[in-house]
């Protein structure tokens, strides 16, 4: 019997190849499902629908919406347990109009929030999982050799996310973080094009009616930075999926000790000058000759014009050899950061960053690694090599924008 397809097969088949970071997005458009009845609702164009038919149809509220991560698969989740249980053994029941003198009828509402051990451990399984998605992101990102940025104020193309940010950063004194701790670039940086193309500072949010007059109030005010009450700006910064209820805000909050950061902080500074020129409708002249471009020593407050004098004075007066250091551990790139901010924080916090003794000031703790040859990491890899050491202790840290996946694209060629 003769087979319906007897055409040989000459050429190796391969099945088709999915998409799977964009499958992972947890803000990828879908359909969503009410936990509680039948009704669909495309997500996320009516997820403020969605949240406002729980409310008016099924008297659920749930708390902190803006720390769940996922909020399709945190619905998902819960319209499980609702077949399996009462909705009351998993949310509180908050009872309006108890007064006497209220008119309006009684209403139990039911509200959902992460006090309940279930939730919390929800919420935190889907903030890992976005974390993990966006860390491949950022990969992607860098390993993109594609990438091409305008320049927010010239015309200067970028190739590289590290050399936007620095010439954002060297050339025009605007600083809006390290890039390691920003994600999906391209989409931040049409956001804030957007703003300054509606004449809107991107630091008060005001609008003017042009250019002229928004550049000469950025340079009045020193406005180059962005607003920190803007949350439209969370979803580009990683530390909002790190910690629950922690953002890019309260992470900047809390180093906000200026007497104690005077000392040790690459602050950024502008001239007055920055923002004049004669062509007042456009960008190109916002340049600032004058920023005080430096990097810091992780241990000392010795400054250098450049990352491998840096690492050399480390080196030589210090005795750390951050290369080698990084070879022998065979750190990638992630993990050179991580070790970098851990230092960093050691050191801002005077923490020994070998033992973790806390000492009075910075000189008692310079003398206690030199005497104990503490200029060393800890055995426990543990201690720096975790998730918290993602983002800079101080935004503007040059030393970070040296580092690079292979020890032959930077540091100290080997004597």
Request: proline letters at 4%.
């Amino acid at each position: 019997m003769a087979h319906g397809c007897s055409a040989p097969i000459l050429n190796t088949l391969c099945f088709p190849e999915s998409d799977s970071t964009s499958s992972r997005d947890p803000d990828r458009s879908r359909d969503v499902v009410c936990p509680l009845c039948n009704f669909v609702f495309p997500y996320p164009d009516e997820k403020e629908i969605l949240l406002a038919h729980l409310v008016a149809t099924h008297y659920l509220v749930i708390g902190e919406v803006s720390q769940i991560h996922d909020i399709p698969e945190y619905l998902s989740y819960w319209k499980k347990r609702f077949r399996e249980a009462p909705l009351t053994e998993f949310a509180s029941v908050i009872r309006t109009n108890t007064k006497q003198d209220d008119r309006a009828p009684q209403e139990n509402f039911f509200f959902l929030c992460d006090a309940l051990p279930e939730d919390k451990a929800l919420r935190e399984r889907l903030k890992r999982r976005r974390l993990e998605f966006l860390l491949d992101k950022q990969q992607q990102e860098r390993q993109d050799s594609s990438f091409v940025q305008d320049c927010l104020f010239c015309v200067k193309q970028c190739r590289t996310k590290d050399e936007l940010f620095s010439h954002l950063y060297e050339t025009h004194a605007f600083s809006i973080g390290s890039p390691d701790s920003i994600v999906d670039v391209c989409r931040f940086m049409a956001v804030l094009r957007s703003k300054l193309d509606d004449n809107r500072c991107l630091f008060c949010e005001k609008q003017f009616r042009d250019q002229a007059t928004l550049k000469e109030h950025i340079r009045k005010k020193q406005h180059r930075k962005l607003n920190p009450k803007n949350k439209e700006y969370d979803q580009f910064y990683l530390i909002n999926y790190v910690e629950l209820g922690r953002n890019w805000e309260s992470l900047k909050e809390s180093h906000s000790d200026e007497e104690e950061l005077d000392e040790w902080h690459c602050s950024s500074g502008g001239s007055e000058h920055a923002l004049d020129g004669e062509d007042d409708q456009n960008w190109d002249d916002w340049i600032d000759e004058d920023s005080p471009l430096s990097c810091v020593c992780l241990f000392c407050p010795e400054r250098a014009a450049s990352a491998d004098d840096t690492f050399q004075h480390m080196l030589s007066t210090h005795s750390f050899d951050f290369h080698s250091v990084a070879r022998s551990l065979r750190m990638d790139f992630y993990q050179k950061v991580k070790c970098v901010n851990y230092i960093r924080r050691c050191v801002y916090q005077k923490l020994c960053i070998t033992c973790g003794l806390e000492y009075k000031n910075h000189q008692e703790l310079t003398d206690h690694m030199q005497a104990a040859g503490h200029f060393v990491l800890p055995e426990d890899s543990h201690v720096w090599d975790q998730t918290g050491h993602f983002f800079p202790t101080y935004e503007n840290d040059m030393l970070l924008s040296a580092l690079s996946d292979s020890d032959e694209d930077e540091g100290v060629a080997e004597k």
